[in-house]
C-alpha cells in the first residue's frame, strides 16, 4: 500500500496557515480512518486533522510549534501489518543474523530503518525518530530507559520522565567537591541563575494567545480608546429575574440570566447612537444598521469573542439560550470560524470573577465595548434617604476617533436607564 499523505485542510476564510499545537499519535501507532492525528491552532480556533485511513502513523515531517500552510503535508500514513503488537522488535533483532551474506556494518545499517522510520534497539525497546530527537537534545541515553509503550517502545513521556529526574540531580552533582577554608568548613553557595533553574518551568505559547495578544496592542496603538463610567441600580432587574426565573425556565428552558437584559440595552442604545455600532475603514464610516453582539468567554486558551447573530431579532429566552451555546462551544473548544466572524459591539463581564471596575480593551474593528461588574450592595441616597442597594459599575470603552466624549456618556446612561427599568426593554431592545 502507497503511503498515504496527511495534508493540512482548508482553516476558512481569510487563514492560511497555522501552528501545530501537539501531535496525538506518535511515529509507529496505529491509527483508524476517522482517529483524530494532530491538533492545529489558528488565531481564531482549534481543531483536529483525522486520519483519512487506517494503518500506521510513518511519519510526522511538522513538529509541535512549527507553523504550517493549507495543504501542506505534514506526515504520512503507512500499511500497519509490519508494525503491529510490539512484535516487530524481537523479529527485527534476528534478521541480521539470518542474513549470513551481509557484512556486520550493513547489517547496522538495516537495523537503523524498518517500516519506513528508524528504530533503536537498545534492549528495553524502540523509539520512534521524534522520540529520539527529543533524546538527542537532552543528552539522554535511551538504554537507561525501559520502554512503556507497546512491545516496549520508548514513548516521549518516558524521555521527558527522564530529563526531569537529570535535571533535579544535576545542581547537587556539580558541588560534590566543594573547597573549604581555612577552618575547613565549606563556603555557603551563592545565590545563582542555574540554582533557579529548577523552579522555573518554559511553556509554549499558543497561536490564540499570540493572537490575542497582539490584536490587544494593536487595539490601543490603532485607537484614540478613552473609558468612560456609570452605575445602574440593579434592583428592579433582580426583582423581575426574583418573581419569573422559574416560570421562564419552565416555559422555555433556559436560564433567565442578566446578559439577555444588557443584550437588550445595549440594542436599545445602539439603535439611539447609530455611531457606537460602526467601523471606521479608511475616510468612511460604516454605519452598521444590524446587530452582531460579541459574548466575550474567557476558555483554558485565553478569552474568545463569538458572535450573537441578529441579536436584535431575538426574545429574551434565544437571547439565553445562544450565549449559553456559544460560551459551552468555546469551552469545548468546537467554535467555528463563523462563530467567531464579524460582530458589531461587544459585552464582556468582569463581575463574575469578582472584578468591581475595568477598562475593556477595544474588539477590533469596533469601536465600542461594554463592560459589566461585580453586582455590591451599596449605600445610596434615594430620595433624600440612605438606602442599600445592588451596584454595578458599568464601562463603556470607545474609539474617540469616532464617539465624541458627550455621545459616549449618553449611551452609556441610556444602558443605565433601560437597565433600572427593565420592563421599557420590551419596547426599546
Known amino acids: 500500500m502507497v503511503a498515504a499523505e496527511i495534508h493540512v485542510p482548508e482553516l476558512g476564510e481569510s487563514v492560511a496557515d497555522a ?3 501537539r501531535w496525538l499519535k506518535e511515529e509507529g501507532d496505529a491509527v483508524t480512518s476517522g482517529e483524530a492525528l494532530v491538533e492545529l491552532e489558528t488565531d481564531k480556533i482549534n481543531f483536529e486533522v483525522e486520519a483519512e485511513q487506517d494503518g500506521v502513523l510513518e511519519s510526522i515531517s511538522k513538529g509541535e510549534g512549527e507553523t504550517v500552510n493549507v495543504g501542506e503535508i505534514i506526515g ?11 512484535a516487530a522488535p524481537a523479529e527485527t533483532e534476528e534478521q541480521p543474523q539470518a542474513e549470513a551474506e551481509q557484512p556486520e556494518p550493513e547489517a547496522e545499517e538495516a537495523d537503523e530503518t524498518s517500516n519506513g522510520h528508524r528504530e533503536v534497539e537498545d534492549g528495553a525497546g524502540r523509539a520512534s525518530p521524534s522520540v529520539r530527537r527529543l533524546a538527542q537534545e537532552y543528552e ?12 516496549g517502545r520508548i514513548t516521549r513521556d518516558d524521555v521527558e520522565r527522564l530529563i526531569r529526574t537529570q535535571s533535579s540531580t544535576a545542581a547537587p552533582e556539580k558541588t560534590e567537591t566543594p573547597e573549604r577554608d581555612g577552618k575547613g568548613e565549606a563556603p555557603q553557595p551563592a545565590a545563582s541563575q542555574d540554582g533557579r533553574a529548577n523552579l522555573e518551568e518554559r511553556v509554549r505559547v499558543s497561536r490564540r494567545r499570540q493572537t490575542i495578544a497582539q490584536r490587544l496592542v494593536e487595539s490601543q496603538q490603532t ?6 463610567f456609570n452605575e445602574a441600580d440593579m434592583t428592579a432587574v433582580m426583582d423581575l429575574r426574583k418573581r419569573r426565573k422559574e416560570a421562564f425556565q419552565e416555559r422555555t428552558g433556559s ?5 439577555s437584559f444588557f443584550t437588550k440595552a445595549a440594542i436599545g442604545a445602539l439603535k439611539a447612537f447609530p455611531k457606537v455600532n460602526a467601523e471606521l475603514q479608511d475616510a468612511e464610516l460604516v454605519l452598521k444598521k444590524y446587530y452582531d453582539i460579541g459574548v ?16 436584535d431579532h431575538k426574545n429574551f429566552a434565544e437571547i439565553e439560550q445562544g450565549i449559553t451555546d456559544l460560551a459551552t462551544k468555546a469551552r469545548e473548544g468546537k467554535l467555528t470560524l463563523d462563530d467567531l466572524r464579524g460582530g458589531t459591539f461587544t459585552i464582556t463581564n468582569g463581575g463574575i470573577f469578582g472584578s468591581l471596575v475595568s477598562t475593556p480593551i477595544l474588539t477590533l474593528p469596533q469601536v465600542a465595548i461594554l463592560g459589566m461588574h461585580k453586582i455590591q450592595e451599596r449605600p445610596m441616597v434615594v430620595d433624600g434617604e440612605i438606602v442599600v442597594r445592588p451596584m454595578m459599575y458599568l464601562a463603556l470603552s470607545y474609539d474617540h476617533r469616532v464617539i465624541d466624549g458627550a455621545e459616549a456618556v449618553s449611551f452609556l446612561v441610556r444602558i443605565k436607564e433601560l437597565i433600572e427599568d ?8
Open 19 to 21: 501552528t501545530v499545537g
Open 76 to 86: 504520512t500514513i503507512g500499511e500497519g501489518s509490519e508494525a503491529d503488537n510490539g
Open 140 to 151: 539522554v541515553d535511551l538504554s537507561e530507559i525501559t520502554g512503556s509503550g507497546s512491545g
Open 223 to 228: 485607537t484614540a480608546m478613552l473609558t468612560t
Open 255 to 259: 436560564r433567565l440570566g442578566f446578559m
Open 296 to 311: 466575550a468567554v474567557s476558555t483554558d486558551e485565553g478569552l474568545v469573542v463569538p458572535v450573537l447573530r441578529d441579536a
Open 422 to 429: 427593565p420592563e421599557s426593554l420590551l419596547l426599546e431592545g
